[in-house]
């Protein structure tokens, strides 16, 4: 069926011959099921749909390079002000664990997450999640096209005290947990949408023997998929690291030959040049440059913690190809867009550290680029139809000088009307068409209340949920 989105008053189509993205003004939008025909100018060929596009700008759809959906709603409200000073900040080690949703519960945190971001204009999604029951049926029935890269380990984080972080071994032997993901993969690209793919995910660079790694990147090639691995987490973990190999996590990486253009680095933020760190070696983004190895960056979840890369402009310009992830609640890819603009000139100090067009195009062509695609993350004719548009009339979008400007600075979700995915619409006038959200909530809060009430079981000190994550004010008893 052919669809034609008529009289766009503007349009964020791809200019191959520059390589970059280009505003058109006043032009159809074709598209015939999931590819696209034409982008700009007046579509004459036959058409089965035409679609009124008089109040609406199109642009492609986002690609969330790096999230967790399966934790990270029922998260909401508890983990915002969480953080460890004696782990540097990060709330990564302990409070995280002391709130664990049920494993058999997690569909309904993940399907909420999928809510979110087709709210906020994605249309592909990277979802690193350790395996749970009615991962494939939630992340088929979103609509989304989703990238399901199954997390394994050899060993896991632990402490006792929130003060000295351990490294235990898992109950099931990395070799295995990788052959699991292997199958979790087969069985997602065997699903009837055609929308999901496999990523091959070993967690992090800490919690990973480099044989594990290793095997990793080697299954990644022999299925041609994207590889991905946390690296540069946090300051523990860039410690651990030099203390085990005396040098950083990156130099480590290159000597085992495990760099290169199908690799994204989930973060890349501690690495020998971030100046929380004294380092002496500050190559490691010269090193990331040489192999065009991408790096998925994610940062509310960071600045939450007071932590920032240092930085998305200097890794860009030095050549780091840059996508963008959520990785944390909400899964708001627009707001995630603004942030990382506002950090990056913040951690240079100028405004020229993070542009507006320099997180659009991670948040697209960066984002296609790390999963090796040339197919999504632009307007072009033969591009998958992953489409977003944005309503215009919205007073949030003017007045309208600018509007890619508009959408990240001032308007976000608030303006995107129709999301469509392989050429399927997923979002229509703002609603999502794909899932019953009220029982996804209820769902969620059920889980959440249940991992507050046991979180002094879970917590390394028995402390109770309020004092793990003390509330914001006090609850009063005076009416």
Not at 155 to 169: C, E, F, N, Q, V
Not at 238 to 256: A, C, H, I, P, S
Not at 321 to 331: A, L
Request: glycine residues 10%.
């Amino acid at each position: 069926m052919i669809t034609c989105i008529r009289r766009l008053p503007w349009l964020i189509g791809y200019d191959d011959t520059v390589g970059s993205h280009s505003y058109l003004k006043d032009g159809d939008l074709a598209f015939e099921n999931g590819t696209i025909l034409q982008v700009g100018g007046h579509y004459e060929g036959a058409v089965d749909k035409q679609v009124d596009g008089r109040n609406f700008c199109a642009m492609p759809g986002l690609i969330n390079a790096h999230t967790h959906p399966s934790n990270q709603p029922s998260f909401r409200g508890v983990r915002e002000d969480l953080g460890n000073p004696n782990f540097y900040q990060s709330g990564l080690y302990d409070g995280r664990t002391a709130f664990v949703a049920d494993v058999d519960q997690r569909r309904w945190n993940a399907r909420m997450a999928y809510w979110e971001m087709l709210k906020s204009g994605v249309t592909t999604v990277v979802d690193m999640s350790f395996p749970y029951p009615g991962w494939i049926d939630a992340a088929s029935d979103s609509g989304l096209r989703v990238y399901v890269a199954p997390l394994f380990q050899d060993r896991k984080w632990s402490t006792a005290d929130g003060i000295r972080l351990h490294y235990l071994p898992e109950a099931v032997s990395g070799e295995k947990a990788l052959q699991a993901a292997l199958d979790l993969i087969a069985l997602a690209e065997r699903d009837g949408s055609g929308r999901l793919v496999g990523l091959v995910a070993p967690m992090a660079v800490d919690v990973c023997e480099p044989g594990l790694i290793k095997d990793g990147l080697a299954a990644a090639r022999r299925l041609g998929r994207p590889f991905q691995l946390h690296v540069g987490e946090s300051v523990l973990e860039f410690q651990e690291m030099t203390r085990r190999n005396g040098k950083t996590q990156v130099q480590w990486l290159d000597e085992l030959e495990l760099l290169g253009p199908d690799v994204i680095l989930g973060h890349g933020l501690f690495l020998g040049h971030h100046p929380w760190l004294h380092w002496d070696f500050r190559g490691d983004i010269g090193i990331l440059a040489r192999h065009q190895v991408s790096v998925s960056h994610c940062p509310t979840v960071f600045g939450r913690y007071g932590i920032t890369l240092d930085s998305f402009g200097g890794y860009a310009r030095a050549g780091i190809n840059m996508s963008i992830g959520t990785d944390t609640h909400p899964h708001n890819m627009i707001e995630e867009m603004r942030h990382a603009a506002i950090h990056a000139r913040i951690a240079e100090g100028r405004i020229s550290g993070g542009l507006t067009a320099d997180v659009f195009n991670a948040a697209t062509l960066g984002g296609a680029r790390a999963l090796m695609r040339e197919d999504i993350g632009r307007l072009a004719p033969g591009a998958r139809a992953d489409i977003v548009l944005l309503d215009l009339s919205s007073p949030w979008m003017q007045p309208i000088y600018d509007p890619v400007r508009c959408l990240v600075h001032t308007a976000a979700d608030r303006a995107v009307s129709d999301v469509y995915v392989d050429g399927r619409l997923v979002v229509d006038g703002g609603e999502v068409a794909t899932m019953a959200i009220d029982e996804v909530a209820r769902h969620v809060s059920a889980m959440q209340a249940k991992a507050v009430e046991r979180a002094s079981t879970l917590d390394h000190s028995g402390r109770a949920a309020q004092q793990i994550a003390p509330m914001s004010f006090a609850i009063s008893s005076v009416h």
